[in-house]
Each structure stands twice: as structure tokens, then as C-alpha cells.
């Protein structure tokens, strides 16, 4: 008899020992919930209920027999081995994956990952996803890139640039790093910017650098956070094939969401590599003096959003704050919600790429904050928050007094600021 392979966690044995355990070590303080993005704005995600809930199918149908977790209601009938008798596709489709809730959680439990198994089950399994995520999961499969466009135009951000060596994938890579520029960086109008900032910044420090253009693939951070593991291995393969083929050692890119991929899930299939996050990699060569910023200054109120990929996931909210505080001048605020205790901008676990229906927007949530702090620009280290946080100042009609970059941008804008303008080399017109 042929037994069918399952992916992801919907009856009780598919979750591990930790993950049930985990039901029963809840204290249901509810602190978890209270730092939610999605439940604070009205989704119908409640990560403690998440936690309880699947305990409920574990004491109605596990064996050996457990009792179940504190405040069940005894009235609840579980008619199946199922966590989906309990749980609905739309609170799986509500998290952002901030680990807001892993991060606050007293007694450690993990609730991320309960969630994203049950959504590798709803995706693979099931096919049961949110229909804009199809859109998404095509582009990915048959362009190679997030947003379904030409992936040889994948370099054409450097067009205005001059010597940013673009490998080609039969070539060798003689250069010390490869910057990673992610789809976002390479191809999104707003965040194409920060590449040709970052790309000026490398060159001013006298990095030996290049990019793969074309050869970049989606490191398919966005099909694994939704559950799709199939496309997020096709890419991750192709991806580790040229790296390895061309020799790359070091990284570095301004995308936390590529950085968490490429630095932590890329061994679990074999690619090994040094990667650094541009905030890193920024205050590096500042500290050791490499990038000089002699005279760069900023006289503004510059308030810092921390991404979760960057902060929670990567434990990464010192460096773009010493990046953009090593501007004379600038006045760096901070939000309420800021560092460990940072709220998402609502992109995180692929939901950039979903409609949000319920509640009110998490970018207007997180984009209220900000805007309160009296900031008139908004620092942020990555892509998605970028887009979040400036479709947010629009929304807001803000945008005519508040500017949000990324760090780079900041930086580099300052920098241009101390140089003196270029000169025409030009013969001069002669009157006529
Ligand atoms: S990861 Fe974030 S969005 Fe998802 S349940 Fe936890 S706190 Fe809520
Ligand atoms: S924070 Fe932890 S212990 Fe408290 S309700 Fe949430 S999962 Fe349970």
C-alpha cells in the first residue's frame, strides 16, 4: 500500500512533541495577543487562542489521554484528528510573522511556527490560500521574480551608475562581495533608489563589489513564509547553484528578508555563505573609518521603524540605528513601539503580496505611530517596510512633510551634501 506524503501539520501527530507540549504550558496571560499586529487591528487572529486551540484537538483526540488546556470550554465538540476543526484558514492568513508573540511569550512557547506548518498544510495540501497569493506564486515560478517582470532587466537599476560589475553566470566572481539587491531593490521604483544609494556608498568606501543581475533569482522567502515550500526550494536551489558555481563567500544586502533566507534557511540546503545586512555592513565601514562622512549632517527629527526579518528574527536594532545617528545634527526618536517591542508594517509573511480585507490597515497603525513622534523623516532598513510605510504617509496625506527612506538613502543624501557640485568639463558656448 502506498502511503501519501503530507507537508505541513493539521492532525495532532503531524506537530512535533515541543509544538503540543507547548499547548499545555500555556499560562493563557494573553500577552502574546496584546502585541499582535493583527489582532490589535481587528483580524480575526488571536495567537493565544492559536496555542489553545490546538491543545483542544489534542486532548479531544490524542492518545495517550491528556487534560485540556486551562479555560476549554467543555461544550466544544472536536469531530476529527484536525486542527482545522478548531482553526480557520482566515486566522492562519492573518499573521504578518512579526514573532511579536514568540518574542513577549513568559514560558518561550512558539507560536510562529504552529502557524506557518498549518499554512505549508493549507498550500500545499489544500491549495487553499488567498487567490491574490496565485499571482504571486506565478510570478515566482515562471519569471524568477516577485512582481512577474522581465528578469533581464533584473540590473537595469544601474544604468545611471558607472563600474557596478554585473556577473554574468558563466563568469568567474573575482570580487570580495556579491551585493545581494533582492527583487524589491532591482526592480520597485521607491526601492531602487536605495540600491543606487547603497551601490554610491560601497564605491565611496572602496568595496570590490558586484551584483548577479539576471542570475538573481527570488530567494523565495515569500513562498516559504506562506507555506509554498515547493517554489521556495526550486528557487533556493537555482539560487545556491550559481552562488556555489561563481564562488561566492560574502554578501551583503539590504533586504532582511533575503539576509534571514540566505543566512539561515540556505544551509539547511547546502549553501553556506557569509551574509551581512546593509545595516551591519554600514555601520562596519563607518566605525573602521572606511566610509568617511567628514562634515555629513542632518538637522531633522529622524524616527527608525524596525523591521521584524532585521530585529525579532535576526536580533539586529543596534546597527541602522548607529548608521543614521552618525549624522551630525540629527535628532533620532524613537517610537513607543520600538526595538524587541517594535510593531510590524503589516508586509511580513508574504502578506506584501495579500489583500487586507478586516480591520484597519497595519501600515496606518504603524504609520500613526511614527507620524506622532513629530519625525520628519522615517528611517527604514527594509523594502517592504519601505513600501508600507510611504503607501502609509500617502494614505495619511503626509507625504508633502514627511519623507521615508531607507538608511542608505539617508546616508548617501548627506554625503552628496558635503561634496562640492560637479563641474562641467564642457568647452564653454561661445556667445553668439
Ligand atoms: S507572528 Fe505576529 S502576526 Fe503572527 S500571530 Fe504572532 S504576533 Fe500575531
Ligand atoms: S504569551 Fe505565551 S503563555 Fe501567555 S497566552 Fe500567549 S502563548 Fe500562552
Known sequence: ETELETFGANAVEDFTWKQLFDTDACTICGRCTSVCPAHLTGKPLDPREIVLKVGEVMTATGEAKVSPPVGTDPDITIGADS??????????????????????????????????????????????????????????????????????????????????????????????????????????????????????????????????????????????????????????????????????????????HCFNTL????????????????????MELIDSGRLSLDGASLEERVTYHDSCYLGRHNDVYLAPRSVIGSLGGIDVVEMPRNGTRGLCCGAGGARMWMEEHTGKKVNIERTEEALATGAERIAVACPFCYVMIDDGVKEKHRDGDVKVQDIAEVLAEAVEQTEPPATSTAPPTPDV
Not at 524589491?184 to 543581475?213: E, Y
Not at 543566512?263 to 539547511?268: A, D, I, L, M, T
Open 263 to 282: 543566512k539561515n534557511e540556505y544551509p539547511q540546503l547546502g549553501g553556506n555563505y557569509e551574509v551581512v545586512h546593509h545595516s551591519q555592513f554600514l
Open 83 to 256: 486542527v482545522f476543526e478548531r482553526i480557520t484558514a482566515e486566522e492562519l492568513w492573518a499573521c504578518t510573522s512579526c514573532k511579536a508573540c514568540d518574542e513577549i511569550c513568559p514560558v518561550n512557547i512558539e507560536i510562529l511556527d504552529k502557524i506557518l506548518d498549518m499554512r505549508r498544510y493549507l498550500s500545499l495540501m489544500e491549495s487553499d490560500f488567498p487567490p491574490e497569493l496565485g499571482n504571486t506564486y506565478r510570478s515566482m515560478e515562471n519569471s524568477q521574480n516577485v512582481y512577474g517582470l522581465n528578469q533581464g532587466d533584473r540590473g537595469d537599476w544601474t544604468s545611471s551608475l558607472e563600474g557596478v560589475p554585473v556577473i554574468e553566470p558563466s563568469g568567474s566572481f573575482d570580487h570580495e562581495y556579491l551585493y545581494w539587491v533582492g527583487c524589491a531593490g532591482s526592480f520597485d521604483d521607491r526601492n531602487k533608489k536605495t540600491s543606487r544609494a547603497m551601490a554610491k556608498l560601497l564605491q565611496r568606501a572602496g568595496i570590490d563589489f558586484a551584483i548577479l543581475g539576471p542570475s538573481e533569482l527570488c530567494t523565495g522567502d515569500p513562498a516559504r513564509r506562506s507555506g509554498n515550500e515547493y517554489i521556495f526550494q526550486m528557487l533556493a536551489m537555482q539560487n545556491i547553484e550559481t552562488l556555489d558555481g561563481l564562488g561566492v563567500k560574502k554578501i551583503v544586502t539590504q533586504c532582511p
